[in-house]
Each structure stands twice: as structure tokens, then as C-alpha cells.
């Protein structure tokens, strides 16, 4: 090859690659000026002390260190976010689930049954947290409304230490209807055949859902179940919205109960605004959100069924 | 073993339909009775809230609390300027995601695979992380009560939105660039007179997930917004219910009539394109 077409060659090598580069590059500068860059100044800030008021001023760790050895409550938003997760994500994984396997028949008027339970997941958090927040009064509630029929005196709900974690619960449970969604597609991807070869050899109900229905779902069940892990360790709109007095600074009662970690550090950036202390604790609940999706991932591997030759 | 009759098989199987049946109308009562109730109670006069036992419908039903509720707190105003940012945001996410995707399936460059996987992972990155320096930007760019923090972020596109568009796009058969190149048509002409029409009901889909995100956002407004004239619909409903537990001056049945209509454009939208939100949870997660 001569130098000159190779030098032609390099020209359009160059222009094929400034073509491409133009193109992506509306999300290559947000990259860097949204993410990247952010994410720099948060690994320093999360070393200052700062509000704010004067210039950061360097601490090393000290942040680090302070929030994971000597700060109750981060431990009690911790906790309360790790009850949360425990409770939230495996039940709102069952419910959707059996919700979907009922809404996998060949039923007339099934769209009507899909509509209904699809409906609130995609309503306005913030209204619906006032829904629930009169679903939940002690006195006047829908909630204990009901149980007083059947005789029973309900619980403060989230008026209660105990009960406020159980209360956004149940709530979340209401709006399961994407997560079905995607287990229904799922369902709906299984091949016929498999279950027919099945039923020849004799398998019943249950040995078909056993050995059919779950391996096949098993990757939307790994979809569903890594987006309610980081979902869910991102609890905010429901615990500010519904839970302490008109205080502010007052979320997350009843005596922190409701107190979650990104609730927890919203307060420390936005109403104390300890800047420098809030980045370190986005960076502990990041390597936390981190550490438990990759630790799910690995154990993915164990049960998540991937047909040969999809990828 | 005894074949069952065609009879029994019949009968089983009606059996089988009614049980399903069964469940599914109790399901579905239990997934509605919320629903009901809030407008139940948004119907209510002020004593109809707390009789006891309360009454599911009410003799005399106040439509008149749903007018009460747009002028008890600025609905008009709120309505507004949430359709505002959501219309802008949508816009810019749909060119600038769509532009990006393009890039990423048509184009040929140096570092593309990689760049496309951090694109992926920055999805994994916690909104958190970046909040405190973006809002400190901000702040240094005057930029803290205006509408910018929540519409600016669009025009750099959002990696989910790239990613369903990419893999939609990756679906259109290259013989149409070929022939538009062709025809002497270049990448941006291709990109818009070829792939973005055939591209509609993906475009659709990630219309729709930016419409619901934007519409429903909390966080951003809250954090960035501090006059009150300038909130969104999330935002002044959060500030009714605040005036109603500090002051008392705002009822219950008011709040639930706001809340109420606060829902009524997202059920609006859910029944025109409900086949479109189907679709993108399915790409979503199937590939996910």
C-alpha cells in the first residue's frame, strides 16, 4: 500500500469516526457533565466538611468513618431499609407473580382483569400516598374500617413504631402491576409445545410449573428481582410524604421508623445541608446497592435458566 | 384408568373457569376498593368523612369539592407548568435519545462497544451520587428555583431510552439506508426521513415512559423548586397536604378530589396507549 492512500484512508477512518462521535454525542457530553464529572466532585466533597457557607474544607474519611462507626441514625435508617427491602421485594415478587399466572388464561374479558391490576402502578406516587394516607387513619381509615368488621381493632398503622414499616408495605404491594407485567410476557414466551410433550409424559399441575413455567421465567424473575432490590433501597416519596407532622425535619417518624437511608440523606443535604457528609452517605448506600445486586447476580447464575443459543 | 366421559371433562373444565373467575373478580375488587374509596371520599361533605359507619354513597354527593379543589390550591397553575416540563422534556428526550441511539446502531467508530457499555452501566449508578454536585451546579449557575434543572438534563438523552431505541433501530433491515445512500441521502437524512418513521412505536413507548416519569417526578421539583407558583402538580399536592396537617384549613375530601384529578391525566394517557406501556415493560424486561 502507498502512503498516500494509506493517508486517504486514515482521512476516512477520521471522518467515519467524527460522523459517529457526532452522533452520540448529545449523551457523551451529558456523560461528562452529568455523571462523570459529578461523580469526581461527590468522591471529593465526601472528603469535606462543607454547608455550603464557607469553602469545603478537607476531613479525609472522617465522614466516612463518623457515619459507619458513630452515627445511630444511619444504623436505624439502615436497618429500616433493609426491613423494607427483606419484606417489599420478596412479596411484591410472590404477588406479582400469582397475579400473572392467574391473568395467563385464555378467559373472556381477561384485558378488563389485566387494566385493573396494571392501573395503580402507573398513578401519581404523590397521590396515591395521600390515598393511602387515609386508608391508613386509625379512626376514619378504609383500612380499619374493614378490620372492625370483622371485629378486629387495627393498629395505628403509621402512626405506630411497629406498624409504619408494615404499612408502606402493603402499600408498595398495591403497585406491583409493572413487575406482573413483565412476568406475564414471560409467561406468554413459554412454547406450547413444552407443556404438551409434559402432559404425555404424565406430569401434573404442579411437576409443569415446576420444571416448565419456572426455569423459563426465570429471567424476567432475575429482571424483576435486581429492579425491586435497587428500587426499594431507594424507598423516598412514600416516607416523606406520608410519615411524620407538618415539622419539617419531622419525616420518617414515628421515631424514625420510617426514617430510610436516601430519606436520611436527603435530610442531610437539603435541610441541614451538610453537603460533604450527604455525598459519603450516597457513596455507602451506592457500594451497598452495588455489593447486594452483584452478590444476587452471582448467585443468578445458579438458577436463572438460559435457553441455548439466546444470549 | 378409566376415561373420563365427555361430560366430566366438560364439567371440570366449567368448574375450573368459574374458580378462576372467582379469584380473579375478588382480586381485582381489592385491587379497586382504593380507588372507590378515594372517590368516595372526594364526594363527601365535611361530616361524611368521619361518619361512622361511613357511607359508600352518599345521599347528596358534593361534585362541587372537585371545584373546590382548583381553587383551594392553584390546580390551573400546577396543570400548567407540569404540562410545560413534561411536554419539553419528552420533546428532547425523544431527539436526543433517538439521535444517540443512531450512533450507537448505524454508525461505525472507534471505542463505539465500549462507550455503549458504560452507557449501559451508568444506568446501575444511583441518582444520589450525583444529586449533591449537580445541585451545587446549579446553584452556582442561578439556575435553583427555575425550571431548568428539570428540563435541561433531557437534551443529553437517558441511557435506558438509547438502549430500547438502539435495539429497535437494530431491527430495521439495512437495505433501506443502502437504498436512501443510494439515492445520495447522508446519515442525518437517513436517520430522519428513514429510521425515525419506521421507528414510531418504539419512539412511542419511550414518549410515554418519559411522559409518566416527568409527570409523576417528586424529587426533582422538590428539591429545586421553591416558589410556590413555580411547582408541579406532585410538588403543590404535597403543599395542600402539608397545609392541611399544619393549619387544618384544608379537608380531607378536598385533598382526595385533588389527589383524584392529580391521577386523572396519567389513567387518560394509560387507556390511549396501554398497548405501548405493554410493549416497553416487555422489551425492558425480556432483555434486561
Redesign the interface.
Known sequence: MNPRTRTSRTMT?LR??A??????A??????L???A???A??VY?SGTSWT?LSSPFPVGLSNYSAILSDDPLFVTSLLNTLYYVAFAVPLGLLISLS?AL??H?R?KG?G??R??????S???????S??????FNP??G?LN?ILSLAGIRGPLWLQSEAWAKPSLILMSL?GVG?TM??FL??LQ?IPEELYEAANLDGAGRFRRFLHITLPMIS??ML??L??GI?GS??V??QA??MTG??QPGSEGGPNNATLFV?LY??KK??QEFR?GY??A???I??AL??AV?LLQLRMAKRWVHYEAGEQ | MARPSQWETLLASAGRYAVSYGILIVLGAVFMLPLLWMLSVSVQDAEGVFAQPFQWVPEHPRWENFRDAVTVFPFGRYLANTAIITAAVVLFTLLSSSLVAYGFSRMRFHGRDLLFAICLSTMMLPGQVTMIPLYVAYARLGWIDTWYPLIVPALFGSPFYIFLLRQFFLTIPREYDEAALLDGAGKLRIYWSIILPLARPALATVALFSFVGTWNDFFGPLIYINTPEKATLTLGLQMLKAQIVGTGTVQWHILMAASLLVMVPNVIVFFLAQKHFIRGLQMGGLRG
Do not use: C, H, K
Not at chain 1, 460522523?19 to 452520540?24: E, K, S, T, W
Not at chain 1, 402507573?122 to 396515591?128: E, F, P, Q, R
Open positions: 477512518l467515519r469516526d460522523a459517529g462521535y457526532a452522533f452520540i448529545p449523551w457523551l457530553l451529558g456523560f457533565l452529568l455523571t464529572g459529578p461523580m466532585v461527590s466533597l455550603m397475579l392467574l391473568l388464561q378467559v381477561i378488563v382483569f387494566t385493573l391490576f396494571f392501573l395503580p402507573i398513578t401519581n406516587l404523590v397521590a396515591i395521600m390515598l393511602w394516607l387515609w386508608i379512626e376514619y378504609l374500617g398495591w409493572g407485567m413483565v410476557a414471560a414466551g429471567p424476567a429482571f424483576n435486581t429492579m435497587i433501597f431507594q423516598f416519596t416523606y410524604v407532622t407538618a436516601v440523606l436527603y443535604a437539603f453537603m450527604a455525598s452517605l450516597a457513596w448506600l451506592f446497592i452495588l445486586t
